[in-house]
């Protein structure tokens, strides 16, 4: 079964958008989080540039991170997964055969 072979159902639409949407609100408190950890430790120019770049960066990770398109469902999943910010109790009610293989590419 190709990634992009796979028919998702309304249901399962809705399943996979929620699980997008927890991991991108955990995601994101996280760097809000470090962002107010490491501005209190700001004391000179440089030390903002670094926040700066720290920030670009976690941008363009996180633009590219969170594809919706149903083509790509299995390959987030499985990398969010990996990062922690997704469980694989969180895509339950998706078919079994989706889940095995996300839960199969958080091995790889």
Do not use: P
Request: charged residues 35%; glycine residues 4%.
């Amino acid at each position: 079964m190709q990634a992009s072979e796979v028919d998702w159902s309304q249901k399962e639409r809705e399943i996979a958008q929620k699980a997008l949407e927890t991991a991108y609100t955990r995601e994101a408190n996280t760097i809000v989080n470090l962002v107010r950890e490491k501005s209190g430790e700001i004391s000179c120019l440089d030390d903002l540039w670094k926040l700066h770049d720290f920030l670009s960066a976690r941008r363009h990770d996180i633009d590219g991170k969170y594809d919706d398109s149903q083509s790509m469902f299995v390959f987030v999943f499985a990398r969010l997964i990996k990062e922690g910010w997704l469980t694989i109790d969180e895509l339950e009610g998706l078919d079994r055969a989706k889940v095995s293989k996300v839960s199969l590419m958080t091995r790889m």
